[in-house]
């Protein structure tokens, strides 16, 4: 029999309804939030360093933009390389 995966978040076993984070983890949905509000978020969520952010605190946050466009290959352009220098 397979067994029932359990969630990281709450050590508790998914036994109905889960989504699986980019590392491969499962969570339930509820438990799969957003690393810096706490907000749940979708599994298609953007990831900095294997952790899920929400796309407001991604867009409002220079410092975490910065990271994620540089984590994920887009090169900045200068307007944004001077705001993320600054942050």
Same mark, same amino acid.
């Given at each position: 029999?397979?067994?029932?995966? *359990?969630?990281?978040? !709450?050590?508790?076993? *998914? $036994? ?6 980019? +590392?491969? +983890?499962?969570?339930?949905?509820t !438990?799969?939030?957003? $690393?810096? !509000?706490?907000?749940?978020?979708? &599994?298609?969520? /953007?990831? *900095?360093?294997?952790?899920?952010? !929400? +796309?407001?605190?991604?867009d409002? $946050?220079?410092? =975490?933009?910065? %990271?994620? /466009?540089? %984590?994920?290959?887009?090169? =900045? +352009? &200068?307007?944004?390389?001077?705001? &993320? &220098?600054?942050?």
């Amino acid at each position: 029999s397979e067994s029932v995966p *359990i969630c990281p978040k !709450c050590a508790h076993a *998914i $036994n109905a309804g889960k989504i699986q984070a980019p +590392d491969g +983890d499962f969570y339930h949905p509820t !438990c799969y939030t957003c $690393n810096r !509000c706490s907000k749940v978020v979708a &599994a298609t969520a /953007r990831v *900095i360093s294997s952790k899920p952010y !929400c +796309d407001q605190c991604i867009d409002k $946050n220079p410092a =975490l933009y910065h %990271q994620w /466009r540089t %984590q994920e290959g887009i090169p =900045l +352009d &200068a307007s944004e390389a001077i705001v &993320a &220098a600054a942050a």
